[in-house]
């Protein structure tokens, strides 16, 4: 079977460099130039770069939703994420760091090449970007309009079998009831908290900054018991877990059972909270008022010396996209904590930031999604205690 090619066209901007900002990015088929998606989001207050490498993200993206296995060839006028991404520039901007690694993490590595182009020649995607970011102005959300149907003679001249290449060109399929059905076996995400340490009945900041608190007897039994449950459904393949020791032993407790190994992801781990570790939310309020109120309005603010919710979503998106291109069809435990697993959920979603704010995650509960090769993800559980009475 010949390889498809596809070239993403992608372009972000920001009114004010920090301002309002948002991307745009184009697929187009490689040999015939048709548009297959189109990709447009307002972002909030962001820099030109970040924007537009949310833009190379948003763009491959769409592209590995078509066809995971395509060559890419992306075109950008962005001089900056196209010589970093091609490795003759050093990436070193903090916030760059995290996006350039997400992008790389989409396709394989030799999959995608970099192409520089004049800002006249990416129109397109500069108008998607200008769209987004004057639809966020508006206080709504960029919707795409109906990509161009193929031409009747077209349609009746491609072969009728489904595999074939007219089927592949296709637009994307559309998310939610709306869709067709995808025929393929599903990547399954279990996703596990952790079971309980000295610090959760406490309500205490524990993230990865601070101390790396082990299991407490209680959590030592709703581990075992998490194990029990899980064997008995006998589904889980695969046992990755985040580096913390919390999330090893309840790993560790399942995988025994499973007659499995533990697969470390150091994406998985809980965020840092910096100079909240080891505070109640009360006593965070007192010594730091102020950053704790900046914190809570906004995803893009990090606690002192600590690590924004955009930041951990970012590493966390990488770490699922990891998960999902190398246990494609599996059924994959993942040992973490509640900063990511909400992440997981709400990206799922398509849910804002401060929904992390709204979803309840008990100590060993078990929530799962699932992830379709047409890009579509269903949260299937969240929550679930029923294991631990």
């Known amino acids: ?56 993200i948003a763009g491959l993206r769409a ?39 997400e992008a790389k993490a989409i396709f394989p590595r030799g ?34 309009k109906p990509l161009p149907a193929k031409p009747a003679a077209a349609t009746a001249a491609a072969p009728a079998a489904e595999t074939g290449p007219a089927a592949q060109t296709l637009p994307p399929a559309p998310v939610g009831w709306g869709s067709a059905p995808d025929l393929g076996t599903p990547t399954t995400l279990v996703l596990l908290r952790h079971g309980e340490t000295a610090l959760t009945p406490e309500k205490r900041f524990s993230g990865s900054g601070g101390t790396d ?14 194990a029990a449950a899980l064997a008995a459904r006998g589904t889980v393949q695969v046992v990755v877990s985040s580096p913390l020791t919390r999330c090893r032993q309840t790993a560790q407790a399942v995988a025994d059972r499973l007659g499995l190994q533990v697969r470390i992801d150091e994406g998985l781990r809980e965020t840092d909270f910096g100079a909240f570790e080891g505070l109640t939310f009360a006593e965070a309020k007192e010594r730091y008022p102020e950053a704790l109120d900046a914190w809570l309005a906004s995803a893009r603010t990090a606690p002192p010396d600590g690590e924004s919710f955009a930041a951990v979503a970012r590493r966390v998106a990488v770490a699922r996209d990891k998960l999902l291109a190398r246990y494609a069809g599996k059924t994959v435990l993942v040992v973490s904590h509640v900063t990511p697993v909400k992440t997981l959920v709400r990206l799922a979603l398509g849910a804002p930031p401060e929904s992390l704010f709204r979803m309840e995650l008990s100590a060993a509960s078990l929530s799962a999604v699932q992830y379709y090769a047409d890009g579509n993800a269903s949260l299937r559980l969240l929550n679930d205690t029923s294991h631990l009475r």
């Open 213 to 226: 608190p082990e299991l407490s007897e209680r959590g030592r039994v709703q581990a075992d018991r998490t």
């Open 111 to 144: 999959k995608v090449g970099y192409t520089w182009m004049p800002r006249a020649q990416n129109k397109h995607a500069d108008r998607l970007a200008n769209e987004a970011m004057d639809a966020g102005r508006a206080g709504r959300q960029w919707t795409p």
């Open 1 to 56: 079977m010949t390889t498809r090619r596809f070239i993403i066209e992608a372009d972000g901007g920001s009114r004010g460099n920090p301002g309002p900002a948002g991307y745009g990015a184009t697929v187009r088929d490689g040999d015939t130039g048709e548009l297959l998606a189109e990709a447009a989001e307002y972002i909030g207050t962001a820099t030109n770069n970040v924007a537009e490498y949310r833009g190379l």
């Open 63 to 101: 592209a590995h939703a078509i066809d995971p296995a395509a060559t890419v060839d992306v075109r950008m006028d962005s001089k900056l994420v196209v010589e970093q991404m091609s490795g003759r520039w050093k990436i070193k901007h903090p916030d760059m760091q995290p996006l350039a690694a």
